[in-house]
Structures are given as C-alpha cells and as structure tokens.
C-alpha cells in the first residue's frame, strides 16, 4: 500500500510538469527497493509479458491435449453436485456406462475449448500498463495469473461456451445427458435440468487458470523454470 501511494503523490506532484510514466516508474522501483541500476523499465515491461505469455502458453497447451482434463485428478471436470444424486440412482439400476460417457464426453469438451485462449490471452498481455507490471512484480506468487483472470474471464467464457456446446454435440454428451436427466426424472419426484454447457465452461475456465498459475508459481520459484535471459534477470529480484 506504501508504494502504491509513493506512485499517487508522485503523479500529483508532478502533473504540471508533465513528468513522464518512465520516469514515475523509475522512481517507484528505487521506493519498493528496486535497484535503479539492475532493471530498466523495459525489462520489467517485457519480462512479465514473456512471464505471462510462456505460462498462459504453457498451461493452456496442456490442458487442451486429450486427456488434458480428463486424466487429471485435480481438474476433472465431474458432474455437477445438482447431478450426483443422478450419477448413484444410474449406476444403481445398471447404467454405469452412460454416466462414465457423459463424464468423458464433458472432458472432451473443455480440452477442445482451451485450445481459444490464446489470441484472447494476447490481447490482455499487449494491454499491460505500468501500473499492471508493478502489481504483478510486487505481487503475490500468482500475481500474474490474477490479471489474466481479471482481464479475460468475461471473453474467454464468450469464446468457450459456443466451442463447448459443439463439443459437447458433436461427441454425443448433450444426448448423453439429456438421457441421464430424463432417466432420473423416471425416478424421482425432484426434478433437475441444470445447464450442462454452462456448467462445462466454468469448470473449463477454472481448470485453465489453476494451470496457469502452477505455471507462474514455478517461474517465480524455480530458476530452471526461467527459460529466458530476461524471465532470469526479472525474477531473480
């Protein structure tokens, strides 16, 4: 918070002067203790750009492989807890191999959406400010994950949804869930219709940030994860 008010009385005090956004920049690093000497503005700009682009290309790289989501436990996309009670009443009267299809097909689903991230992904990181770059050096270890997230949820869902839902066509899980809800409908009094794209699509966009950010942690933490000169002299600091 001291810092961040060192750059407002800075911009204050300076306005008629116009003093530029370089030399405010300079003068923040030398208050948070950023020798003047060891970073140039540039590198700070162009080092969280290259920090972000290699994790974002990274983690979205894995994920959309198959069995990107599917083989992994952590972010296997499951069926909605509105939908358990339909997964045991199935598997109970024999019909395992339906709710195993369904879960696949959803799998499918969010590997082939993450392959649209990057363009958008792009677009966030060219947009980086002096202001977004000292956050996310300053920041907390998934620093740069958070203004990826902030600055391209709302697209990559739009992006996503439509990708999902073809998916999720095109490979049968919208047959295959609608056969499971009216299967539990036959069964139960209560009846459920969640939104099964809309469901795929937030888990798709979770699964793909927690990727990123086990991306950015390991260039922050691990110096052999740096694979640049600049991601080096960046983070090393």
């Known amino acids: 918070m001291k810092y961040f008010l060192l750059i407002a009385s800075f911009l204050i005090l300076n306005a008629a002067n116009s003093q530029t956004i370089k030399g405010l920049l300079n003068k923040a690093k030398q208050a948070a203790g950023v020798g003047a000497g060891s970073l140039s503005n540039d590198d700070i700009i162009a080092g969280l750009k290259e920090a972000l682009a290699t ?25 909605p807890p509105e939908a358990q009670k339909i997964e045991k009443t199935l598997r109970g009267v024999g019909l395992g191999k339906q709710v195993d299809d369904a879960i696949l097909t959803m799998n499918r689903g969010a590997e082939d959406a993450c392959k649209q991230a990057a363009p958008i992904f792009t677009g966030a990181i060219k947009q980086m400010s002096v202001t977004d770059a000292i956050g996310i050096l300053r920041g907390t270890d998934t620093a740069a994950t958070g203004y990826l997230r902030s600055k391209t949820t709302v697209a990559l869902a739009d992006a996503f949804r439509p990708v999902i839902a073809a998916s999720l066509e095109k490979v049968g899980a919208t047959k295959y869930w609608t056969t499971m809800v009216n299967s539990y409908n036959k069964f139960s009094l209560q009846k459920i219709n969640p939104d099964l794209i809309g469901y795929v699509t937030e888990k798709a966009l979770q699964g793909m940030f927690t990727q990123i950010a086990t991306e950015e942690k390991n260039i922050r933490k691990d110096p052999l994860a740096r694979t640049s000169e600049l991601l080096k002299k960046v983070f090393a600091k």
Not at 55 to 79: Q, Y
Request: aromatic letters at 8%; glycine letters at 12%.
């Open 55 to 79: 994790g974002a290309e990274k983690g979205t790289a894995i994920l959309s492989k198959e069995n990107g989501f599917f083989s992994n436990e952590l972010l296997k996309v499951l069926l």
